[in-house]
C-alpha cells in the first residue's frame, strides 16, 4: 500500500461507481466484497434504515459468485490499478478454501479478507467469527490454499476480541480488519413491524466508532505483533488518526462513502496535513502512539 | 456525470398542504440532469444518510433544478428549516430517465403525492421536445388541500383529473379507479406512473391488462443513490434483485415482480 487509506468491504462496489467523484487510483488498496462459491441473491426488501449516526443494513452478502466476480468486477476493480485486497465469505471451510485457489488463478489480487460473520452450515449455524475454533478453522483452510496475504475481519460482537484475534494469527493471518458490524435492530412502531425484512442487521457508521476504536486498542495494547486495518465509523481525517494512534496501521473508509463519495481522500489529505503540521514525518510514528493511561 | 455539488437554496414555493417545492441553484447538475432523474440531498440536523428526491426541473440556462419535498420525518423537517440562501450538499444527477415511445401520441401521468415532481419535468420536457404529444395528468391526494402540482401540470397537460380519497376535491376515491374509469371511455398509449408503491403496482395492473406500456418510477430506503451500498433493491424478472438508483429508478412495470414486500 502505497498508502494507509484503504476501503471496508462492501461499500466501495468495483471502484467504478466513484469514477466520477475522485481519482481512485490514489487509494492506498481496494478491499473489495468478494465473493462466495456460488452466487447468492441477497436479502428482500427493506435492507437498511437510517439510525441515529448510522444505519442498519442487511444486504445478505449478494453476489454473483466467484466465477461471476472474476468475469465482472475482477476486471474492473483492477483498472485502477491499486492494490486489490478481494472479500471472501462462505458457509463452511471447504468453500472458503475453493474460492481462494480459484482466486489464486487470476492475476494481480495482492491479498484476501477473510470474512468471518457467516453462519457455519457445519456446526449449527454458529457464526465463524463467534468461536476462537471455527476462527482457526477457516483460517487454516485458506493459509493452506493461498501464499497471498490474508487479513481475517473480526466482528465486535464477542465477549474477547483478543482471543479470537489470537486464533486467526496462530492459524496464519496476515492482518487483521477491525470491526465488522454490530449487530443492531429498529422497529417501525406504526406498523409494529421491524424495518428491515431479516429483522436485524449490521450497524455502521460513526455511531460505532467508539467501539471500534476500542477494540483496536484493546487488540494493539495485546502485543501480538500482527497489524491491524482499523474500520467502525471513519469519516474524517481525525477519526483516522486516532485508529492510527490507538494502533491501527492502516484505515478503511465504509460507510461515510455512501455518504461522501470523497471520503476516502477527503481523510487521506487530512492525514497528510496533519502529518505537515505536527511534523510528522514517518506515518509508522504515529501507529500505536498514543499515551494510554497506565492501569 | 455524477457530481458532488453545493446547492443554494434560492426559492421555496408552497404547492398544497405540507408539500413544497424547492428551487436550487446548481449549475453541474442543472445542465446534465434528465426527466426521471434524481439527486441525493444533505438534510442537516440529525440525520445521517442523504435523501433521495426526484427532479422536479432542470434548467441548464439559469443553473436551477427543483425538486418537491412533503414533510414526514426528520429528514424533511430538517430540510423545510433550511433558510433560503443556505447551502445543501447534493449528488446528482442519478439514475436512468423515462424514455418516450415511439408513436405514442397519448401519454397518461399518474402521480401520488411527491411523485408528482418527476412527472412535471417529463411533461415540460415532452411539451418542448415533442410537442405532437397529448398529455392526460391524474393526480391522487388524500384530500384536496394536499393535492399537489395540479397547475403546474395543466401547463402542458391536455387535461388533469384529480381524486382524493374522502371526496372533497375531483373524483372520490384512488387516482387509480379514476384512472380505469377513464380508460373505459378513453385512450391512452402509454402509462407514466409515479408515486406510492401501491398506486404504482395497481397502475401496472390497468395497463397490463389493457397492454399498454407503463413505466413507474420505484422507490426504497437508499444509503448513496449510486450503486455502491446494493440496499435499495427490486426483483426484476429474469434478473433477481436490481438496484434501483443504478438499473432504475425508471423500470417497465411489466419487468417488475410485484409483491407485499416492495410496499
Keep these: ?295 | 456525470m455524477k457530481h458532488l455539488a453545493q446547492g443554494i437554496i434560492t426559492r421555496r414555493t408552497e404547492l398544497s398542504e405540507s408539500y413544497f417545492l424547492l428551487e436550487l441553484e446548481c449549475q453541474e447538475i442543472a445542465r446534465e440532469a434528465l426527466p426521471g432523474q434524481f439527486i441525493m440531498l444533505e438534510c442537516k440536523g440529525e440525520t445521517f444518510l442523504k435523501r433521495p428526491m426526484g427532479l422536479s426541473s432542470a434548467d441548464p440556462e439559469k443553473g436551477v433544478i427543483s425538486f418537491i419535498y412533503h414533510v414526514t420525518g426528520k429528514g424533511t423537517r430538517s430540510l423545510h428549516s433550511q433558510l433560503i440562501g443556505e447551502t445543501i450538499e447534493v449528488i446528482g444527477p442519478l439514475g436512468n430517465s423515462f424514455w418516450k415511445e415511439k408513436n405514442a401520441r397519448t401519454i397518461g401521468l399518474v402521480a401520488g403525492g411527491t411523485g408528482i415532481g418527476p412527472l412535471l419535468m417529463f411533461g415540460n420536457w415532452a411539451l418542448k421536445n415533442s410537442p405532437e404529444t397529448e398529455i392526460i395528468g391524474f393526480i391522487g391526494a388524500k384530500n384536496a388541500k394536499m393535492i399537489c402540482g395540479e397547475k403546474e401540470m395543466k401547463r402542458f397537460a391536455k387535461e388533469v383529473y384529480c381524486a382524493t380519497n374522502d371526496g372533497s376535491f375531483g373524483y372520490k376515491g384512488f387516482v387509480t379507479d379514476l384512472l380505469t374509469e377513464f380508460l373505459s371511455k378513453n385512450s391512452l398509449e402509454s402509462i407514466i406512473a409515479c408515486g406510492p408503491t401501491q398506486m404504482m403496482k395497481k397502475t401496472a395492473e390497468i395497463a397490463s391488462e389493457r397492454n399498454l406500456q407503463c413505466q413507474v418510477s420505484l422507490e426504497e430506503h437508499m444509503a448513496c443513490g449510486f450503486g455502491a451500498c446494493i440496499g435499495c433493491i427490486a426483483e426484476i424478472k429474469g434478473q433477481g434483485y436490481s438496484m434501483i438508483c443504478a438499473k432504475g429508478p425508471v423500470f417497465d412495470a411489466s419487468e417488475v415482480v410485484w409483491k407485499e414486500s416492495n410496499l
Design chain 1, 1 to 295: 500500500m502505497k498508502n494507509p487509506v484503504t476501503t471496508a468491504a462492501g461499500t466501495f462496489g468495483d471502484g467504478s461507481q466513484f469514477g466520477d467523484f475522485i481519482d481512485v487510483s490514489r487509494i492506498g488498496a481496494i478491499i473489495a466484497k468478494g465473493a462466495s462459491l456460488e452466487p447468492w441473491k441477497g436479502n428482500p426488501p427493506h435492507r437498511l434504515v437510517e439510525t441515529p449516526s448510522g444505519m442498519l443494513n442487511s444486504i445478505g452478502l449478494q453476489n454473483d459468485g466467484v466465477e461471476g466476480f472474476i468475469r465482472e468486477k475482477l476486471p474492473r476493480l483492477l483498472k485502477h490499478r491499486v492494490p486489490i485486497i478481494v472479500g471472501v465469505f462462505d458457509k463452511t471451510p471447504e468453500n472458503y478454501a475453493r474460492i481462494v485457489k480459484r482466486l489464486n488463478r487470476e492475476k494481480g489480487i495482492s491479498g484476501f479478507e477473510i470474512n468471518l460473520s457467516c453462519p457455519n452450515l457445519e456446526k449449527g449455524g454458529k457464526t465463524f467469527c463467534d468461536y476462537p475454533e471455527l476462527v482457526k478453522e477457516v483460517v487454516s483452510a485458506i493459509r493452506k490454499a493461498t501464499d497471498l496475504p490474508i487479513i481475517a475481519k473480526l466482528s465486535p460482537n464477542v465477549t474477547d476480541i483478543v482471543a479470537i484475534a489470537k486464533s486467526a494469527r496462530d492459524a496464519g493471518a496476515d492482518a487483521l480488519s477491525l470491526i465488522n458490524t454490530l449487530v443492531g435492530m429498529r422497529i417501525n412502531i406504526k406498523t409494529r413491524e421491524p424495518y428491515l425484512a431479516k429483522n436485524t442487521g449490521g450497524l455502521s457508521g460513526p455511531a460505532i466508532r467508539p467501539v471500534a476504536l476500542a477494540k483496536v486498542f484493546l487488540v494493539s495494547e495485546a502485543r501480538l505483533e500482527i497489524p491491524i486495518i482499523g474500520m467502525g465509523g471513519i469519516q474524517t481525517a481525525e477519526d483516522a488518526i486516532e485508529f492510527l494512534l490507538a494502533g491501527a496501521s492502516a484505515v478503511a473508509i465504509g460507510t461515510a462513502n455512501f455518504v461522501n463519495p470523497r471520503a476516502t481522500l477527503d481523510v487521506l489529505e487530512g492525514i497528510e496535513q496533519y502529518m505537515r503540521e505536527n511534523s510528522v514525518n514517518d506515518i509508522n510514528d504515529l501507529i500505536g502512539a498514543v499515551r494510554a493511561h497506565s492501569q
